[in-house]
C-alpha cells in the first residue's frame, strides 16, 4: 500500500516546528528556508498552512525535466529527484504549481520534500497531527468519516422519529 | 560556534557596527536575557534619564532561539524602564527572535534618537535604518502588514509599537503578530522616545547545531515529557485562563482593585465561557504547547476582526481588577490594549486604582474630567483605553505608571496603588501566600511573577519529591513563611535560565515540575551550541544573571527598601471568602523581615540588599563594567 503526507489544516497551530525539524535533518543547521516544507504564514487570518510536494502523478516537474532527474517512485510514492542527473537548470522550480520546487541557495541545488524515503521527520515531531503519513486509501476515509458526523447524527434521530 | 552577531546601531548619528560574542561572555551569560543584562550595564550611563537618547534599548534572542529547543522563540527586550527608573526586561514569544537569528543577528543594541521616525531593516547579514513617517499614528496591526507590502515580502517578521508607545505611554508594550507582546515595564515607551517604530527582521542563514542527532533525541525526550503532563492536557486546550477558576474559589484574586479577593460572580469568565468564543489555539515558534487562543471580535467598532488571546493577566486585570464580568467584553478590551500596545496588567492596576479612588471621593470628577468611574463599566474601559493612548484627560495621568501618577493625585492616594518598584501587580492577591508575596517584591523588575512563582508548584508534591527538585527542606503548606527565601532564589535562577536560551516558561518549571531540570539546560546548550557547561556553572550563569540585574538597580539607587509588598498586603486583611487558608490574611511584618534576610543570604547578598564583595568576586562580576561586548 502506497503511503502519503496528509495535511489536516485546522489542526496546524502555526509553530513551524516542521520547517526547523527538516532543515535540521537534511543539512543539519535549523534554517527554514532550506527546509522542504513551509508552512505559510496568514498573521491576523489563520495560524499557517504546511506547503511541500505533493508528489503529483502527472507531475509538472517530471514533464519539463530535461534530464530525467524526476521521477516517480512507485514503493514510496513520491517524486524522486536524482541529483547524478540534475544539472541545476530550475525549470522544476517554475512549473509547480504549490512553489513546493525550492532552491537550496547555499548548496546551490534544488530541493523537494523526498518523505524523508518513507519515514518523515515532520510528522514525527508535529504534536497536533496536523501532518499524517497515511495509507492512501485511509487518507480518504478518515476525512469522509469526519465529514459524515452531522449527517449520520441526523439519520439517528430521524430513525428514532 | 555560533556565527551570530552583535550590532550597535546609534539613531543619532545612523552609525552602524557589528561584532562577534566571545565564548567567555557567552559561557558567564549565555543569551537573552542574561546577555542583555551584561549589555545594560555596560552600555547605560548610570542614572540616565530613561526617555533620552542615553539610554539603550536591547533587542536579545536566546542562546538556542530558533533552533530545536522546544519552544525556542523567546525574545527578551531591555532598556531602563521609564516606568521605575530601574531595570526594563520585557519578554515576547512569536516568531521574531528566530528570525532575527536567520538574519544573522543575535543581539541590537540602540542607542540615541534618530530625528524623524524610523524603522530598523535587519535582512541576512544587514541592517538599515530606513523612514518610517508613513507608518507613525499607525496601529500594531498596520504597520507591519504595511512593512510588508513594502518590501514585497509576506514572510518578514516585525515587532512595533502602537500610538501608546509614540505618545510615550510609560508601560506601552511592543507587539510582534497578532498579539505576542513584550508587555512589562514600558520598552514600547523607550522605542517611542527613540522614535522607532518597529525593526522588521528577514533572514535565510543558517543557525548552526552542533549535534542534530542528540538534538533530535533530547526534543523528542522534552516534547514527550510535556505532552505526558497533567497540566499540559488542560494548558493546550485552554491556555493560560485554566488557572483563572481555581484562583477564584481559593480565593486569591485581586478583585476591583484589592476590595477582595474572589469575584462571588466569577464563573462568566472562567475558561469553558471562552470555547464558543475561541475559534482554535496557535503556536509561538516551535512550541507543542499551542496555548494561544485565537478569536474574532465579538461585537463594538471592531467587530469580526481577527484576533488572539487573551492571557489570563489580562483576563484578570479586565475582568477581576475592573470587575468586568462578560467574557465578549474582555475579547473587545484585549483586542484594544494590544491595538494600542499598551501593557494590559498595568492597564487593570492603574484604572482599578482610579476607580477605588473614586468611589471613596479621594479624586472628583474635576480630575476624571467627567468620567464617571464604576465598577465593571464596559464603555468607560474602552474609553480609559483610548484615552491613555492618546493621553488625553484622565488617561495622561494614569499613562505616567504609579509613581508619576501618585505624585500628581497627592501622596494619600500611593495606598491604594498596589506596585513594587513602580510596576504595578498583576490579577493576583499575595495576602495569603507569604512566598509568593516576596517573589513579586524582589523580582529585579518591579511586581512580577515571571521572575519566580514559588510555592506553587512545591504544595502538591511528596516530600521526598520536593527534598530532592529543590535540594533544600521546603514546607508544603502553601501559607508558610520558613523557607520562602530559598524558594524565591531557586525559582529566580530556574527562570532566569529559561529566559537566558529564549525558552518560553511553559516548557519548563512554570508549567509543571516534572518538565526540563538544569541537567537538560545543560543537555539542550550541549547539543546545539557545543558549548560544555555543567548544572552547577549554568546555575552560576542563573546567578550571575540575576546579580548582574540586582547591581544595575542598585546603581540606580535601589535596595531592601524597594523589596517589599504593597504596604496595603500588611494592614489591610483579605475578607472572609475562598479556602480558609485565604480569609482574613495579611502579612506579618516580622516574619515577612525574616524571610527577606534569607532570600538575600540565598543569593550571597547583604541585608541591604547589596551582593557582597565575595559573591562579585565569585561570579566574576568585580570588573564590571568590563565593556567586552
Same mark, same amino acid.
Given at each position: 500500500?502506497?503511503?502519503?503526507?496528509?495535511?489536516?489544516?485546522?489542526?496546524?497551530?502555526?509553530?513551524?516546528?516542521?520547517?526547523?525539524?527538516?532543515?535540521?535533518?537534511?543539512?543539519?543547521?535549523?534554517?527554514?528556508?532550506?527546509?522542504?516544507?513551509?508552512?505559510?504564514?496568514?498573521?491576523?487570518?489563520?495560524?499557517?498552512?504546511?506547503?511541500?510536494?505533493?508528489?503529483?502523478?502527472?507531475?509538472?516537474?517530471? +514533464?519539463?525535466?530535461?534530464?530525467?532527474?524526476?521521477?516517480?517512485?512507485?514503493? &514510496?510514492?513520491?517524486?524522486?529527484?536524482?541529483?547524478?542527473?540534475?544539472?541545476?537548470?530550475?525549470?522544476?522550480?517554475?512549473?509547480?504549481?504549490?512553489?513546493?520546487?525550492?532552491?537550496?541557495?547555499?548548496?546551490?541545488?534544488? &530541493?523537494?520534500?523526498?518523505?524523508?524515503?518513507?519515514?518523515?521527520?515532520?510528522?514525527?515531531?508535529?504534536?497536533?497531527?496536523?501532518?499524517?503519513?497515511?495509507?492512501?486509501?485511509?487518507?480518504?476515509?478518515?476525512?469522509?468519516?469526519?465529514?459524515?458526523?452531522?449527517? +449520520?447524527?441526523?439519520?439517528?434521530?430521524?430513525? &428514532?422519529? | 560556534?555560533?556565527?551570530?552577531?552583535?550590532?550597535?546601531?546609534?539613531? !543619532?548619528?545612523?552609525?552602524?557596527?557589528?561584532?562577534?560574542?566571545?565564548?567567555?561572555?557567552?559561557?558567564?551569560?549565555?543569551?537573552?536575557?542574561?546577555?542583555?543584562?551584561?549589555?545594560?550595564?555596560?552600555?547605560?550611563?548610570?542614572?540616565?534619564?530613561?526617555?533620552?537618547?542615553?539610554? #539603550? $534599548?536591547?533587542?536579545?534572542?536566546?542562546?538556542?532561539?530558533?533552533?530545536?529547543?522546544?519552544?525556542?522563540?523567546?525574545?527578551?527586550?531591555?532598556?531602563?524602564?521609564?516606568?521605575?527608573?530601574?531595570?526594563?526586561?520585557?519578554?515576547?514569544?512569536?516568531?521574531?527572535?528566530?528570525? =532575527?537569528?536567520?538574519?544573522?543577528?543575535?543581539?541590537?543594541?540602540?542607542?540615541?534618537?534618530?530625528?524623524?521616525?524610523?524603522?530598523?531593516?535587519?535582512?541576512?547579514?544587514?541592517?538599515?535604518?530606513?523612514?518610517?513617517?508613513? =507608518?507613525?499614528?499607525?496601529?500594531?496591526?498596520?504597520?507591519?502588514?504595511?512593512?510588508?507590502?513594502?518590501?514585497?515580502?509576506?514572510?518578514?517578521?516585525?515587532?512595533?509599537?502602537?500610538?501608546?508607545?509614540?505618545?510615550?505611554?510609560?508601560?506601552?508594550?511592543?507587539?510582534?503578530?497578532?498579539?505576542?507582546?513584550?508587555?512589562?515595564?514600558?520598552?514600547?515607551?523607550?522605542?517611542?522616545?527613540?522614535?522607532?517604530?518597529?525593526?522588521?527582521?528577514?533572514?535565510?542563514?543558517?543557525?548552526?547545531?552542533?549535534?542534530?542527532?542528540?538534538?533530535?533525541?533530547?526534543?523528542?525526550? @522534552?516534547?514527550?515529557?510535556?505532552?505526558?503532563?497533567?497540566?499540559?492536557?488542560?494548558?493546550?486546550?485552554?491556555?493560560? @485562563?485554566?488557572?483563572?477558576?481555581?484562583?477564584?474559589?481559593?480565593?486569591? @484574586?485581586?478583585?476591583?482593585?484589592?476590595? !477582595?479577593?474572589?469575584?462571588?460572580?466569577?464563573?462568566?469568565?472562567?475558561?469553558?465561557?471562552?470555547?464558543?468564543?475561541?475559534?482554535?489555539?496557535?503556536?509561538?515558534?516551535?512550541?507543542?504547547?499551542?496555548?494561544?487562543?485565537?478569536?474574532?471580535?465579538?461585537?463594538?467598532?471592531?467587530?469580526?476582526?481577527?484576533?488572539?488571546?487573551?492571557?489570563?493577566?489580562?483576563?484578570?486585570?479586565?475582568?477581576?481588577?475592573?470587575?468586568?464580568?462578560?467574557?465578549?467584553?474582555?475579547?473587545?478590551?484585549?483586542?484594544?490594549? *494590544?491595538?494600542?500596545?499598551?501593557?494590559?496588567?498595568?492597564?487593570?492596576?492603574?484604572?482599578?486604582?482610579?476607580?477605588?479612588?473614586?468611589?471613596?471621593?479621594?479624586?472628583?470628577?474635576?480630575?476624571?474630567?467627567?468620567?464617571?468611574?464604576?465598577?465593571?463599566?464596559?464603555?468607560?474601559?474602552?474609553?480609559?483605553?483610548?484615552?491613555?493612548?492618546?493621553?488625553?484627560?484622565?488617561?495622561?495621568?494614569?499613562?505616567?505608571?504609579?509613581?508619576?501618577?501618585?505624585?500628581?493625585?497627592?501622596?494619600?492616594?500611593?495606598?491604594?496603588?498596589?506596585?513594587?518598584?513602580?510596576?504595578?501587580?498583576?490579577?493576583?492577591?499575595?495576602?495569603?501566600?507569604?512566598?509568593?508575596?516576596?517573589?513579586?517584591?524582589?523580582?529585579?523588575?518591579?511586581?512580577?511573577?515571571?521572575?519566580?512563582?514559588?510555592?506553587?508548584? #512545591?504544595?502538591?508534591?511528596?516530600?521526598?519529591?520536593?527534598?530532592?527538585? $529543590?535540594?533544600?527542606?521546603?514546607?508544603?503548606?502553601?501559607?508558610?513563611?520558613?523557607? !520562602?527565601?530559598?524558594?524565591?532564589?531557586?525559582?529566580? @535562577?530556574? $527562570?532566569?535560565?529559561?529566559?537566558?536560551?529564549?525558552?518560553?516558561?511553559?516548557?519548563?518549571?512554570?508549567?509543571?515540575? !516534572?518538565?526540563?531540570?538544569?541537567?537538560?539546560?545543560?543537555?539542550?546548550?550541549?547539543?546545539?551550541?557545543?558549548?560544555?557547561?555543567?548544572?552547577?556553572?549554568?546555575?552560576?550563569? #542563573?546567578?550571575?544573571?540575576?546579580?548582574?540585574?540586582?547591581?544595575? *538597580?542598585?546603581?540606580?539607587? #535601589?535596595?531592601?527598601?524597594?523589596?517589599?509588598?504593597?504596604?496595603?498586603?500588611?494592614?489591610?486583611?483579605?475578607?472572609?471568602?475562598?479556602?480558609?487558608?485565604?480569609?482574613?490574611?495579611?502579612?506579618?511584618?516580622?516574619?515577612?523581615?525574616?524571610?527577606?534576610?534569607?532570600?538575600?543570604?540565598?543569593?550571597?547578598?547583604?541585608?541591604?540588599?547589596?551582593?557582597?564583595?565575595?559573591?562579585?568576586?565569585?561570579?566574576?562580576?568585580?570588573?564590571?563594567?568590563?565593556?567586552?561586548?
Amino acid at each position: 500500500m502506497t503511503k502519503m503526507l496528509v495535511v489536516d489544516h485546522l489542526k496546524c497551530t502555526g509553530c513551524r516546528l516542521c520547517e526547523v525539524v527538516c532543515s535540521v535533518n537534511k543539512n543539519g543547521v535549523s534554517n527554514p528556508a532550506r527546509a522542504r516544507i513551509a508552512v505559510i504564514g496568514w498573521e491576523n487570518i489563520c495560524p499557517g498552512i504546511p506547503m511541500m510536494c505533493q508528489q503529483c502523478e502527472m507531475a509538472p516537474c517530471m +514533464s519539463v525535466c530535461p534530464v530525467g532527474a524526476l521521477t516517480r517512485d512507485e514503493n &514510496i510514492g513520491r517524486v524522486s529527484l536524482n541529483y547524478d542527473l540534475c544539472i541545476g537548470c530550475k525549470l522544476c522550480v517554475a512549473v509547480c504549481p504549490f512553489g513546493a520546487m525550492g532552491i537550496d541557495a547555499a548548496a546551490r541545488r534544488v &530541493i523537494k520534500c523526498d518523505l524523508c524515503d518513507g519515514d518523515p521527520m515532520c510528522v514525527k515531531f508535529c504534536e497536533t497531527k496536523a501532518l499524517q503519513f497515511l495509507d492512501e486509501s485511509q487518507a480518504k476515509t478518515a476525512k469522509m468519516r469526519l465529514a459524515t458526523t452531522g449527517l +449520520s447524527e441526523l439519520i439517528r434521530k430521524f430513525a &428514532i422519529q | 560556534m555560533q556565527e551570530q552577531k552583535i550590532a550597535y546601531i546609534d539613531l !543619532s548619528t545612523g552609525e552602524i557596527r557589528t561584532g562577534h560574542i566571545p565564548e567567555k561572555i557567552r559561557r558567564m551569560y549565555l543569551g537573552g536575557r542574561g546577555i542583555a543584562a551584561y549589555l545594560l550595564y555596560n552600555h547605560v550611563p548610570e542614572r540616565c534619564d530613561p526617555l533620552s537618547p542615553d539610554n #539603550a $534599548f536591547i533587542v536579545s534572542a536566546g542562546l538556542v532561539g530558533g533552533t530545536l529547543a522546544p519552544s525556542s522563540g523567546r525574545c527578551d527586550l531591555a532598556a531602563k524602564s521609564p516606568l521605575t527608573g530601574l531595570l526594563g526586561s520585557s519578554n515576547m514569544g512569536g516568531f521574531f527572535a528566530p528570525e =532575527l537569528r536567520f538574519a544573522g543577528f543575535d543581539h541590537l543594541v540602540i542607542k540615541g534618537k534618530a530625528n524623524t521616525p524610523v524603522y530598523l531593516w535587519v535582512h541576512d547579514g544587514e541592517i538599515e535604518i530606513r523612514d518610517a513617517s508613513h =507608518l507613525w499614528g499607525k496601529d500594531t496591526r498596520e504597520t507591519p502588514s504595511i512593512i510588508r507590502k513594502n518590501h514585497q515580502d509576506e514572510e518578514i517578521k516585525v515587532m512595533c509599537i502602537g500610538e501608546a508607545g509614540e505618545n510615550l505611554v510609560h508601560f506601552a508594550n511592543i507587539i510582534t503578530g497578532t498579539k505576542n507582546a513584550a508587555g512589562r515595564t514600558g520598552m514600547g515607551c523607550v522605542m517611542g522616545s527613540k522614535n522607532l517604530k518597529a525593526v522588521a527582521a528577514r533572514g535565510t542563514r543558517d543557525v548552526p547545531i552542533s549535534n542534530p542527532e542528540k538534538a533530535f533525541e533530547q526534543l523528542e525526550r @522534552l516534547s514527550g515529557m510535556i505532552r505526558d503532563n497533567e497540566v499540559f492536557k488542560g494548558f493546550s486546550i485552554m491556555g493560560t @485562563l485554566m488557572f483563572h477558576e481555581p484562583s477564584n474559589i481559593i480565593g486569591r @484574586l485581586r478583585v476591583r482593585n484589592l476590595l !477582595s479577593n474572589q469575584d462571588p460572580a466569577g464563573e462568566s469568565l472562567y475558561a469553558d465561557k471562552l470555547e464558543k468564543l475561541s475559534i482554535g489555539m496557535a503556536a509561538c515558534f516551535g512550541c507543542t504547547v499551542h496555548c494561544r487562543h485565537r478569536y474574532i471580535v465579538p461585537e463594538g467598532p471592531c467587530q469580526g476582526t481577527y484576533s488572539e488571546g487573551p492571557e489570563w493577566s489580562t483576563l484578570g486585570a479586565l475582568g477581576t481588577e475592573l470587575n468586568v464580568g462578560r467574557m465578549e467584553a474582555i475579547l473587545v478590551g484585549n483586542h484594544l490594549l *494590544n491595538k494600542y500596545g499598551i501593557d494590559s496588567l498595568e492597564f487593570g492596576s492603574m484604572l482599578s486604582w482610579a476607580i477605588e479612588l473614586y468611589e471613596k471621593g479621594i479624586i472628583d470628577d474635576v480630575v476624571t474630567g467627567g468620567v464617571k468611574l464604576d465598577w465593571g463599566d464596559e464603555d468607560m474601559m474602552y474609553q480609559m483605553i483610548e484615552q491613555i493612548a492618546r493621553r488625553e484627560g484622565l488617561g495622561d495621568i494614569l499613562a505616567d505608571g504609579p509613581l508619576r501618577a501618585i505624585e500628581k493625585l497627592g501622596e494619600e492616594t500611593g495606598f491604594y496603588n498596589l506596585h513594587v518598584k513602580g510596576m504595578s501587580l498583576l490579577h493576583t492577591d499575595e495576602r495569603a501566600t507569604p512566598a509568593m508575596a516576596l517573589g513579586v517584591s524582589t523580582s529585579t523588575r518591579g511586581a512580577d511573577h515571571l521572575r519566580s512563582r514559588p510555592g506553587v508548584d #512545591a504544595i502538591s508534591l511528596p516530600q521526598e519529591t520536593r527534598d530532592s527538585l $529543590f535540594g533544600f527542606a521546603v514546607p508544603a503548606d502553601f501559607h508558610s513563611y520558613e523557607g !520562602s527565601g530559598k524558594l524565591v532564589h531557586w525559582h529566580e @535562577l530556574m $527562570f532566569a535560565l529559561s529566559d537566558a536560551l529564549g525558552v518560553c516558561k511553559f516548557q519548563v518549571f512554570f508549567l509543571s515540575p !516534572s518538565t526540563m531540570s538544569s541537567d537538560d539546560y545543560c543537555k539542550l546548550v550541549q547539543y546545539i551550541t557545543g558549548m560544555e557547561l555543567s548544572p552547577t556553572e549554568m546555575m552560576e550563569a #542563573a546567578e550571575r544573571i540575576y546579580t548582574m540585574e540586582r547591581m544595575f *538597580n542598585i546603581r540606580e539607587g #535601589a535596595g531592601r527598601k524597594d523589596d517589599y509588598p504593597p504596604e496595603r498586603y500588611f494592614v489591610d486583611p483579605t475578607p472572609a471568602l475562598g479556602l480558609p487558608g485565604f480569609q482574613g490574611k495579611t502579612l506579618d511584618r516580622e516574619k515577612y523581615e525574616q524571610q527577606l534576610d534569607e532570600y538575600y543570604q540565598a543569593h550571597g547578598w547583604d541585608n541591604d540588599g547589596i551582593p557582597t564583595p565575595e559573591t562579585i568576586d565569585n561570579l566574576g562580576l568585580a570588573k564590571e563594567p568590563t565593556y567586552i561586548i
